[in-house]
């Protein structure tokens, strides 16, 4: 079993920047990503990035050359660092991660955090 908790979320004016942190802890498991999505009132929850375990990374168009992905590999620890936001990157935030226990892969998803850009 794999616990995820989220932190970093908060009320924020457009051009500010937050930091988002999703600690993984538990026993037996091994990562093979760790992700950021999500979702909007209304809207549908979306891919804004991710990391695997090789060090790749993939971005959402609308979150490329603002947002940045990084994993501390030491303390199974993501993070977004999210600049220049905009209103439009409201949303609940989830933090994700794809992992082995036994084996079987298992997708685990954190509680959400909520972004508010707003002036």
């Known amino acids: 079993q794999v616990q995820l908790v989220e932190s970093g979320g908060g009320l924020v004016q457009p051009g500010d920047s937050l930091r988002l942190s999703c600690a993984a802890s538990g026993s037996g498991f091994s990562i093979n990503a760790m992700g950021w999505y999500r979702q909007a009132p209304g809207k549908q929850r979306e891919l804004v990035a991710q990391i695997i375990s090789g060090g790749s990374t993939n971005y959402a168009d609308s979150v490329k050359g603002r947002f940045t992905i990084s994993r501390d590999n030491a303390k199974n620890t993501v993070y977004l660092q999210m600049n220049s936001l905009k209103p439009e990157d409201t949303a609940v935030y989830y933090c994700?991660?794809?992992?082995?226990?036994?084996?079987?892969?298992?997708?685990?998803w954190g509680q959400g955090t909520q972004v508010t850009v707003s002036s």
């Open positions: 994700k991660v794809i992992a082995r226990v036994v084996g079987l892969r298992y997708d685990y």
